[in-house]
């Protein structure tokens, strides 16, 4: 199987990156090769390279490089504050840091650190490790060991499923995050092209690209924003994933004609492992589609672990070739990875996710998952964002809080309980609203709850 340099050097005279000179991402690849080769003659052990490039090119020839050869790979994001940096160092030692530069890129260590030669760590895997950052919204990052070959298997169920050989990404998104990396790796080794741009110039009239040979993946915060550009029904399919996605803005998707794709995927498994089909979207069909060839989805009892059938809710279980393999550095103990999200398979076999077990409110007996809650505010149209979250109550144990961004600065709370008591059953509704401008969301517009805690202020002072 060819690696990531090899698709490079069959790549070098091509112009596959739009806006970027073939010949000198190249020889900027070929370079930190030199660099690494050098650095692996003086180490006893693998090297392991940190990534924290903010710039998309030299982030990608880096990556190349790395890859190349042989080194373990952590990716990172150049905009970790210090005690996140110290977070990820406590858990890693790391031999080079490529961090982010200007007009070239350095091998430097963050935090002042006296030395650029860390102390290697002592756990060192037989296979060189792609090392993608997750859960850093909930206050602890972790990284998904993948391999080449996952991301392979991941872009060979991509091609199968859409029944593409060449993959053309435009890519919006940060590349140290799965969603991103994944787009550039699709079209590297399709033969594809790669545009790297800012997501606002999706608000323009005209790109430097035919926007209908290309994949674009957005996360639901980038799709609401974006919705009145002119661009976005021109694409050939929209992956839509990341964070859930109302049902009001996928209606107001599907009357302006875009070609969503919802998606069910995450780092665990090198992004997407279940999507909707644009037709299927367009004709009013809802979900997040069918599993991909690579994958395979099951969804078990809550209570018993047994395999549940049609129509039937519980937690989402996923086998498939992409699959990492654990949480740096402790493999995974099973080749099916049970994970946190309850939903569905109905007839056809395509997936619906109602919410999260651990984001799973208790009030007063009831059992309520904020991601209902949270659709069916949204659906009002009075508000622009919302999260919901559970807080400690002495009559009802928990009880709903609602911290919202309302469309109009004289929106009143009656007003927005009026609007829900024909969507949500009464014990579903907030007993608790806070008003701010802006929600804490990351870079692919996942709610921090933990941080959304912070802005409801004490309601029980007993408990």
């Known amino acids: 199987m060819k690696g990531a340099w090899e698709y490079g050097q069959e790549r070098a005279e091509e112009d596959w990156l739009i806006g970027q000179e073939s010949r000198a991402f190249f020889e900027l690849t070929s370079q930190t090769i030199a ?37 373990h790979l952590f990716l990172c994001n150049p905009t970790w504050i210090a005690s996140e940096w110290a977070q990820v160092l406590a858990l890693v030692q790391p031999t080079l840091i490529y961090e982010k530069s200007t007009l070239s890129s350095r091998l430097i260590a963050p935090l002042n650190l006296d030395t650029r030669y860390l102390t290697p760590g002592t756990r060192y895997l037989a296979s060189p490790l792609i090392c993608i950052p997750t859960g850093g919204s909930s206050g ?13 298997a991941s872009v060979a169920g991509f091609q199968h499923y859409f029944g593409v050989e060449q993959i053309h990404s435009c890519c919006v998104l940060p590349l140290y995050h799965v969603s991103g990396l994944m787009q550039f790796v699709r079209s590297l080794i399709s033969g594809g092209k790669l545009v790297l741009i800012p997501y606002k110039s999706l608000e323009l009239s005209h790109l430097p690209f035919d926007p209908a040979d290309f994949f674009l993946s957005l996360v639901p915060t980038q799709l609401q924003r974006l919705l009145d ?92 070739k992409s699959l990492a393999l654990g949480y740096y550095p402790n493999p995974l103990s099973d080749s099916t990875f049970s994970t946190d999200d309850l939903g569905w398979l109905d007839e056809r076999g395509y997936l619906h996710i109602v919410g999260r077990q651990s984001d799973k409110i208790i009030t007063g007996g009831e059992n309520v998952f904020p991601a209902e809650v949270e659709a069916a505010i949204l659906a009002t149209g009075l508000v622009q964002d919302v999260g919901v979250i559970g807080v400690s109550d002495r009559q009802w144990g928990e ?19 009026s609007a829900l008591e024909k969507r949500l059953s009464k014990f579903k509704l907030p007993k608790h609203w806070i008003a701010v401008e802006q929600l804490p969301r990351n870079a692919q517009g996942k709610l921090n709850r933990q941080e959304l805690h912070h802005l409801v202020p004490p309601t029980d002072p007993a408990m």
């Open 35 to 71: 660099e690494l080769n050098q650095e692996k003659a003086r180490s006893p052990h693998r090297p392991i390279i940190f990534l924290a490039e903010s710039d998309p090119i030299h982030f990608l020839a880096k990556f190349i490089a790395v890859c190349a050869t042989d080194c």
């Open 229 to 320: 550009s002119p661009i976005l029904p021109h694409f050939k399919t929209i992956l839509l994933g990341g964070a859930p996605a109302g049902a009001e803005l996928l209606e107001q998707a599907r009357r302006l004609h875009i070609p969503l794709a919802p998606t069910y995927g995450m780092t665990e498994t090198a992004s997407q492992v279940a999507t909707l089909k644009p037709a299927d979207f367009l004709q009013g069909m809802t979900g997040c589609g069918q599993a991909l060839p690579h994958a395979q989805i099951t969804v078990h009892s809550i209570t018993t672990g047994k395999v549940l059938g049609a129509n039937h809710t519980g937690r989402v279980a996923i086998a498939a």
């Open 140 to 152: 602890t990052i972790r990284f998904a060991m993948h391999t080449w070959d996952t991301l392979i």
């Open 399 to 417: 009880a709903i809080a609602a911290v919202y961004v309302p469309t109009a600065a004289n929106l009143t709370v009656p007003a927005l309980k």
